[in-house]
């Protein structure tokens, strides 16, 4: 399994972005995937899970509301929505992928990462 994201961006307080990541290497409705972020000196953290059960999605409470989740299964693409952007989103974003139907939101459950893309909010 192979994940790139993109769209990472500056962009000013209280703007919008979305970041794509796109799945090859396997069948995407196989994996439930996930988007992680890591801000420079913190520990890479849980942002957003959709689960390959019912397309069922959970989000960090720092994100809940603001954030959206979503699939693309014919062009087998991920993505993360992101509205109200806050200083604190600033961030490395990663992509992730896993088998099971609900991996867990420490890193370590996620099998297949992306490459990050950078997302910077400026006030």
């Known amino acids: 399994v192979q994940l790139q994201a993109s769209g990472g961006g500056l962009v000013q307080a209280g703007g919008s972005l979305r970041l794509s990541c796109a799945f090859s290497?396997?069948?995407?409705?196989?994996?439930?995937m996930g988007w992680f972020r890591q801000s420079e000196g913190k520990e890479r953290e849980f942002v957003a899970r959709?689960?390959?059960?019912?397309?069922?999605?959970y989000f960090a409470d720092s994100v809940k509301g603001r954030f959206t989740i979503s699939r693309d299964y014919a062009t087998n693409t991920l993505f993360l929505q992101m509205n109200n952007l806050v200083l604190d989103d600033t961030a490395v974003y990663y992509c992730?992928?896993?088998?099971?139907?609900?991996?867990?939101?420490?890193?370590?459950?996620?099998?297949?990462w992306g490459e990050g893309t950078q997302v910077t909010v400026s006030s």
């Open positions: 959709i689960s390959r059960i019912q397309g069922r999605t």
């Open positions: 992730a992928a896993d088998r099971a139907p609900f991996p867990a939101v420490g890193p370590t459950a996620w099998a297949y």
């Open positions: 290497g396997g069948h995407p409705s196989l994996y439930s």
